[in-house]
């Protein structure tokens, strides 16, 4: 990727993009093998076992209450991270390249959830969950560019990733607004009276992560226990991981935020979302039939998925390109780029996480939820390969301005 002249850096990590991709790419294709996994247990002999084994009561939280909510948390953490760093150091560092990712995350988030509440209308208490179709796999859409290789552009993969970053801060913002319940006044007071700590902790440049973890694990308690959803102490605690020591004497490879992210990502991408994928991904098919299958809560998540995502992000892109918005991605045509607004419509991870917060204690509604999602998902995922195997590498869109991400 040849960045513009006056965004090298001899200090900066010029390859830490590609290896995201690396890194992403395989842990997607894990969390493939896992979701068929889970799916097969869910409905074999050992059902039991795995249903049983998730429902245990450990210290006070259910199995997949420790994991949606702890592991999560570490997650999220790592998504923080992320964010900060594209943000302040990154492809998402100046507002030109923020832009069309921006507006296509935009669109895809408003339209996925504009088609959900027309399909599920007639049944308000399905409502709540409008999130649910909002949200991109960036694990999953990777993994399957990898298997596509070369046949992609690498700016579009970019702005994949650009775009997904993006739609991880709209899912959080999301999660703070509208899926929080029964506040507790005192210890929220008490996970604020943590984050000081942490923003002190910044401000007087401290350095040494394990002050900022072992104030993040005694917010994480606190968020848990003030009604607001545990996994946002993550968030919290990401962006007050200072970005760089001191820039003049230290490489801003070697900064706090650059450490942590790069400690946590094998870990995230390997154990934490492929056990979060076969924990929830798991649900039992018998005695499905296609009324249930065709549902209004199933059916409009899969139809929020693949069709509201892939004609938000790509009609959203398209016109603030043509309004002279934003830039082209560099040696995208039309089809790749409508390739890749598909593959958008992989929604697994966020996707379910928001369908466990939206019907909580609801087995029928979240055994639906999964259905939707991993219809929605596998259709999105199949059609973005598809498309992208075959698409032409010819007629580029006519950019307004210089292509961007090339």
């Known amino acids: 990727m040849d960045l513009p002249k006056s965004d090298l850096r001899p200090t900066r990590r010029i390859s830490l993009m590609r290896r995201f991709f690396d890194s992403e790419a395989s842990g997607g294709m894990i969390l493939m093998g896992v979701t068929v996994i889970a799916l097969a247990v869910a409905n074999s002999p050992l059902a039991g076992v795995y249903f049983g084994v998730l429902k245990t009561y450990i210290l006070g939280l259910s199995v997949l209450h420790w994991i949606n909510d702890a592991l999560m948390a570490v997650f999220f953490l790592l998504v923080g991270l992320e964010i900060k760093r594209e943000m302040l150091d990154g492809q998402l560092s100046t507002w030109p390249r923020r832009v069309l990712p921006g507006i296509a995350a935009f669109g895809g988030m408003v339209v996925p959830a504009l088609v959900y509440l027309a399909v599920t209308w007639s049944e308000p208490q399905l409502r709540h969950g409008w999130a649910i179709p909002a949200a991109t796999d960036i694990a999953f859409a990777l993994g399957v560019l990898a298997i596509l290789g070369s046949k992609v552009p690498t700016s579009l993969k970019i702005f994949l990733t650009a775009l997904a970053i993006l739609d991880d801060l709209g899912a959080i913002v999301i999660i703070a607004l509208f899926y929080t319940s029964d506040l507790s006044l005192p210890m929220l007071g008490l996970a604020a009276l943590c984050l000081l700590a942490l923003i002190a902790l910044n401000r007087f440049n401290v350095t040494r992560l394990l002050p900022y973890l072992v104030i993040g694990a005694v917010l994480w308690f606190f968020v848990l226990k003030s009604g607001i959803h545990a ?121 379910l996480f928001i369908g466990a917060l939206a019907f909580p204690d609801q087995p029928d509604l979240n055994d639906a939820t999964k259905i939707g999602v991993l219809m929605g998902s596998l259709v999105s995922a199949l059609a973005g390969y598809a498309l992208l195997s075959v698409a032409p590498r010819e007629q580029p869109l006519k950019p307004s301005r210089p292509a961007a991400y090339s």
């Open 231 to 351: 996994t946002l102490a993550g968030v919290a605690l990401a962006l007050t991981i200072p970005l760089q020591d001191k820039p003049k004497e230290t490489r801003a490879e070697d900064s706090p935020l650059h450490r942590l992210e790069h400690a946590l990502h094998g870990w995230v991408a390997y154990a934490i979302i492929p056990i979060f994928g076969f924990a929830n991904a798991g649900v039992s098919l018998s005695g499905l039939s296609l009324d249930a299958v065709f549902s209004p809560l199933p059916l409009g998540i899969a139809m929020g998925l693949f069709i509201g995502k892939q004609l938000g992000v790509y009609a959203f892109a398209v016109g603030a390109i043509r309004l002279g918005l934003a830039d082209v991605p560099a040696g995208a045509t039309r089809l790749q780029c409508y390739g890749v607004a598909l593959l958008c419509g992989i929604g697994f991870t966020m996707s």
